[in-house]
């Protein structure tokens, strides 16, 4: 970044990552860092956050930012940059009032100062930054402050991608003062003693007083007949001290003195201002202790119903759509981190009324934050997790062939059956017929033994 001690100075910024350059004048940035100090000690124990827009031009991938807008935030939720409603209207009039001019400034981005926290957009920062400056090129300057050291910035910008790197600036910068402007210094025109010509006195005539008694005397010679009589120069001519400089020279002294003093003076007070957290409620403490006031509870937060239910599989998400903040909500976003990567889901209203969302679930834990936008407030959050085992999955076409190798099976066992119930009553009528064979061969046996002996 280029940087130079006038307020004409263009400071131009750009990475790699930006696709486009941005350029912003000296002087803004400057008032934006003076106005951010002064909150900045506003308060003890970090002050106060403010911020406002940036307005300027962009053209052909160049962003200039020639002036600013502060916004007047209420911090109705406490001393950090948190918008209410009242300061999101005042922040849409404020960019309307500069989105029609003809030939002037328009909004190109928004800044904001963190005095308590590193350089990066939090989430209702991204918010702010996704509602009301939505265009591919309009930026945000997020700049943080210090007690003893130069204040630093850093700008985010929305990638090729459309994606904001909002967990750090690609490039942070500090932002000097600018300096004071000083009185031209020149050598003196007068000339000095030793340049100066001899200078020639003229005598003037002195009458002497004549006696009574003396005759009168000869007329004087009048002056302009007297011949001029030449002196030495001024440096060899040594005339007295004049009283007035012997008188003034102690009281240049105790001016000076006194000068010095009050520059001191003042330099303990500028120091005693800048540390004046450190003394300040302890000299208030010992002159008038403050009561100890209990801050009343504060009030639970709506809450959204959020709950997982697993079936064979598929992760059934619900919430309360009859809650009151849910019914109040102008949209919502949906978070499921089921592996590395969390997957971000945007619902509307339609979809926040039904009440319900069903996610095909891949691992064994899967964490779900519901985060609904408000209409008159400022965001709710809500968190559920869920834990168990992944059901036995098996591809369908490996379900058919089972099913379809189970019927073969049965018919073969089928088959199998009636084949053995027949074999079954075929060797039953073997048998019947090798048993009436054998009762034949036993009668005929006893028919030729009989033959054979006949009855005496």
Not at 175 to 195: K, Y
Not at 399 to 427: I, P, V, W
Request: hydrophobic share 40%; charged share 25%; net charge negative.
């Amino acid at each position: 970044m280029t940087h130079s001690g006038t307020d004409s100075t263009t400071l131009t910024w750009g990475v790699p990552e930006c696709p486009f350059t941005i350029e912003c004048s000296a002087r803004v940035l400057d008032d934006i860092r003076l106005a951010v100090t002064d909150a900045f000690f506003s308060l003890p124990r970090g002050g106060a956050e403010i911020g406002g827009i940036l307005l300027g031009e962009f053209d052909q991938g160049r962003l200039v930012i020639s002036d600013h807008a502060a916004l007047d935030c209420e911090h109705a939720y406490g001393p950090s940059f948190a918008l209410s409603p009242p300061d999101e209207a005042r922040l849409r009039d404020l960019q309307s009032s500069y989105a029609n001019v003809p030939g002037g400034l328009r909004p190109v981005g928004w800044y904001h100062s963190h005095t308590r926290s590193e350089i990066f957009l939090s989430e209702a920062d991204l918010a702010i930054h996704d509602r009301f400056f939505p265009e591919a090129w309009q930026v945000a300057l997020v700049m943080k402050p210090h007690t003893f050291q130069p204040a630093r910035i850093g700008f985010f910008f929305r990638q090729e991608d459309g994606s904001v790197h909002a967990t750090g600036c690609y490039r942070e910068e500090s932002l000097e003062a600018l300096p004071f402007r000083q009185m031209p210094a020149g050598a003196p025109t007068a000339q000095t003693l030793d340049g100066l010509a001899p200078r020639s006195f003229r005598l003037a005539p002195v009458p002497a007083p004549a006696p009574e008694s003396a005759p009168e005397s000869a007329p004087l010679e009048p002056a302009s007949s007297l011949p001029d009589l030449a002196l030495p120069e001024p440096a060899a001519f040594e005339l007295p001290i004049p009283k007035f400089a012997i008188a003034s020279a102690p009281v240049a002294r105790r001016s000076m003195v006194v000068g010095i003093g009050i520059v001191a003076v003042v330099g303990i007070l500028v120091a005693a201002f800048e540390v004046r957290e450190m003394w300040l409620p302890r000299v208030l403490a010992a002159i008038r202790p403050v009561p100890t006031v209990t801050p009343p509870p504060p009030s639970p937060a709506p809450a959204l119903g959020l709950s997982t239910i697993d079936r064979e599989g598929q992760l059934q998400i619900g919430w309360d759509r009859s809650s009151p903040a849910v019914r109040r909500a102008s949209d919502a976003l949906l978070e499921i981190t089921d592996g590395p990567l969390p997957v971000a889901i945007q619902l509307d209203t339609a979809h926040l009324e039904t009440g319900s969302f069903t996610y095909a679930r891949t691992t064994e834990k899967v964490d779900v934050k519901l985060i609904v936008h408000r209409k008159d407030g400022p965001d709710l959050r809500e968190i559920a997790s869920f834990l168990g085992k992944l059901p036995n999955r098996q591809p369908a076409e490996d379900l058919e062939a089972q099913q379809k190798q189970r019927g073969e099976t049965a018919k073969q066992a089928a088959k199998l059956k009636a084949d053995m119930s027949a074999q079954a009553a075929k060797t039953k009528r073997l048998e019947k017929e090798v048993q009436s064979m054998r009762e034949e061969m036993r009668q005929q046996q006893l028919r030729r033994l009989n033959n054979q002996f006949p009855d005496k």
